[in-house]
C-alpha cells in the first residue's frame, strides 16, 4: 500500500507523532533536521532538469527543504488539507494567504475582532495598494451578506476571536463568501486543529501562527497555510517563492515536535481551562466569565456545532477595573504575565493596556474589551495549584 493511502486511514494522535516523515537512509527514528539553504546536483543535465521541473527534486530552502516539507505534510494530515507551505511567523502566512489573492480595485470583507496585526494588515495595508476593506461585526451574519461586492475576492474571520472568545458562524460565513465567488481565510489560531477543522466547514484556506499551541512550548516562531492543491499551486505558491516568506528548517523541526504532543497537550490544557472557568463564574469578584465551552457562552449552540472542545483560552473581567486588574495581575505567583499564548506554562494578559492599546476607545468598547478584562491562556500546570494562585490574586482586590 501507498504511504499516503496507509496515513489516510490513521486517526488524528496517530498522524500528528508519524504524518509527513521521510526517513533518510540512515533509518533515523527521529525526524532529520536539514539545516542547508542549498542542493548539489549529479551533474548539468540533472540541474537543467530540476530547473525545468522534469525532475522532482529541492532547489533552494527560501522555495523547500525536507524538513520544513515533512512539518508541512504533517500538518496537511492533521488539517484533511490537500496541500501546505510553512511561514517564518502566523503573520507571514495570514498576509501571504490574503495578498497573492488580490489586485488594486478588488474588495476584503474581514470581521472587526481580528488579532491586532492582522487587522492593519487588511484595514492599513491592503488599501495603500489600492484593495478596499469592509470591516463586519464577525457574529452578524446581515452585515457579512450586505457588504458583498461583485469584487469581494477574501473573507477574513478568526474564531473563536482574541481576546473576548466571541464565534463566528464559518459555515454561514462560507455560503455567503461563495455567493460572490470570494475566497474565505479563517485564522484557527484560537480554535487550535484539534478542535476546530475550517475546511470541512467549507472554508477555503486556513492559517496559523504555529508560534502558538503547534511549538506551544514557547520556542520558535512559525506559520502555515492550507488550502486546497490548486491554491497553493496556482495562488499561492509564486507569491511564497519570490516574496520569500519561508520558515527555517530549525524551526520546522521544533514545531515538528511540537506535533507530537499537541493533542495530548491541547486536551489538557482544555480540561485545566473548563475547571478554571467555572472557578472564576462562581466567584465574587468577577463580573463576567467568557468561555465557548461553558453553558452560559452566548454563542454556546454555535461552539457545539461547529468546534470539538472548549478552549485553552478563558476570558474573564474582574470587578474594579484596570487598577482591580492590575493588583490581581501583580499579586499572581505562578500564572506568568505575557501576551502570548498556547503555551505550556500558563500566561496572563490586560488586552486594554497591551495587545488591544492602540485601538480608539471607541472600537475597545465595540470589541467589549473593558478595562477589567483580563485574558488567561491555560498551561499544562495542575490546574489545583493554577485555581489556588488565581483565588489568592482576587483576595487582593
Ligand atoms: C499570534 C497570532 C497571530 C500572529 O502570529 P505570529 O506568529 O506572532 O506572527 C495571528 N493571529 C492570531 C489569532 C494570533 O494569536
Known sequence: MAKNTIENNWRSATRLVHGGTMRTEFGETCEALFLTQGYVYASAEAAEARFNGEEEGYVYSRYANPTVTMFEERMCALEGAEAAKATATGMAAVTAAIACQVKAGDH?????????????????????????????????????????????????LESPTNPVLELVDIEAVATIAH????????????????????????ADIVVYSSTKHIDGQGRCLGGVVLADQEFIDEEFYDYFRHTGPSLSPFNAWT??????????????????????ADFLADHSKTNRVIYPGRKDHP??????????????LVAFEVTGGKKAAFKFENALNIILLSNNLGDAKSLITHPTTTTHKNLSDEDRAQLAISDGLLRLSVGLEDVEDLIEDISQALDTI
Not at 481565510?185 to 476546530?196: E, G
Not at 515538528?256 to 475547571?275: F, H, I, S
Not at 454563542?299 to 485553552?312: D, H, I, N, P, V
Open 108 to 156: 476584503i470583507v474581514a470581521a472587526r475582532a481580528l488579532f491586532g496585526s492582522c487587522r492593519w494588515v487588511v484595514e492599513t495595508l491592503m488599501p495603500k495598494f489600492g484593495v478596499e476593506t469592509t470591516l463586519v461585526d464577525g457574529g452578524n451574519l446581515e452585515e457579512w451578506q450586505r457588504a458583498m461586492r461583485p469584487n469581494t475576492k477574501v473573507c477574513f
Open 179 to 202: 455567493s460572490v465567488g470570494a475566497r474565505l481565510v479563517i485564522d484557527n489560531v484560537f480554535a487550535t486543529p484539534i478542535w476546530q477543522s475550517p475546511l470541512e466547514l467549507g
Open 255 to 276: 514545531m515538528l515536535k511540537g506535533l507530537e504532543t499537541l493533542d495530548l497537550r491541547v486536551r489538557q490544557q482544555t480540561r485545566n481551562a473548563e475547571k478554571i
Open 299 to 312: 454563542q454556546f449552540e454555535l461552539a457545539k456545532r461547529q468546534m470539538k472542545g472548549g478552549s485553552t
